[in-house]
């Protein structure tokens, strides 16, 4: 069976300082994975998605990058955060084609202060 | 690019009574893929109900919608809401290689 695990799943950070978000999905080769940024209240953004290792393209940059280091793990960071970035951060996967379902980790809630 | 609208942004009804949800969309692709996605508080989304046959209802647990490639709509619908059924829905339109575009959601409160 196919899991996805998002790390942390809360962090409490300082404005300024850097930040990494990571997702790891193990019992499938080659998803593609996604990241979507969702603030307090608000609706899902997506931020990026890639569909092969070493390959990210940009929705929404928000001052966030994000790197496909290995086929199954997909890192969000930046090296100096924002108050805006405050919100619920969700890793997801699907299989190859636009009528396969997208799954959702079960997210990581950043608080800036 | 892809859009998609939903028009209510929040739904109170009373237990028991009927639910739809508006969901249009916009894209240029002849055959676009529709889903509705549920989050309940402090959860992540998943998978409520999916379509890619015009004028087919799709159902799961209790809801069902059509999509209307016509009309560029996906509506959601309940015959009898529950107290459960107390969440965030969103209409997303699927994209090959981009993954979902969300509509900004419609937050559904059933009361007793």
């Known amino acids: 069976a196919q899991t996805i695990h998002q790390w942390p799943v809360a962090e409490i950070k300082a404005v300024g300082s850097p930040l990494s978000l990571g997702c790891t999905i193990k019992g499938k080769s080659s998803p593609n994975l996604y990241w979507y940024w969702q603030a307090t209240g608000g609706t899902l953004q997506q931020l990026f998605y890639?569909?092969?290792?070493?390959?990210v393209e940009s929705v929404v940059q928000l001052n966030l990058s994000a790197s496909r280091p290995k086929d199954d793990q997909f890192i969000l960071s930046t090296e100096k955060l924002l108050l805006s970035h405050s919100g619920f951060y969700l890793c997801?996967?699907?299989?190859?084609?636009?009528?396969?379902?997208?799954?959702f980790g079960k997210g990581t809630r950043l608080t800036v202060v | 690019g892809d859009s998609v609208t939903q028009t209510e942004g929040l739904v109170t009804l009373t237990e028991g009574l009927p639910v739809m949800l508006n969901c249009t969309y916009q894209t240029i692709y002849s055959n676009p893929f529709l889903f509705w996605y549920v989050q309940h508080l402090n959860e992540s989304p998943r998978l409520l109900l999916k379509?890619?046959?015009?004028?087919k209802r799709t159902e799961h647990q209790g809801f069902h919608a059509t999509l209307h490639k016509s009309s560029s709509s996906f509506h959601l619908q309940k015959s009898s809401a529950q107290l459960s059924d107390s969440a965030l829905y969103y209409c997303a339109l699927r994209n090959y290689a981009q993954g979902l575009t969300f509509g900004l959601g419609t937050r559904v409160s059933v009361f007793p």
């Open positions: 379509s890619f046959t015009d004028n």
């Open positions: 890639s569909i092969t290792v070493g390959q």
């Open positions: 997801a996967w699907s299989l190859r084609g636009a009528n396969t379902e997208v799954f």
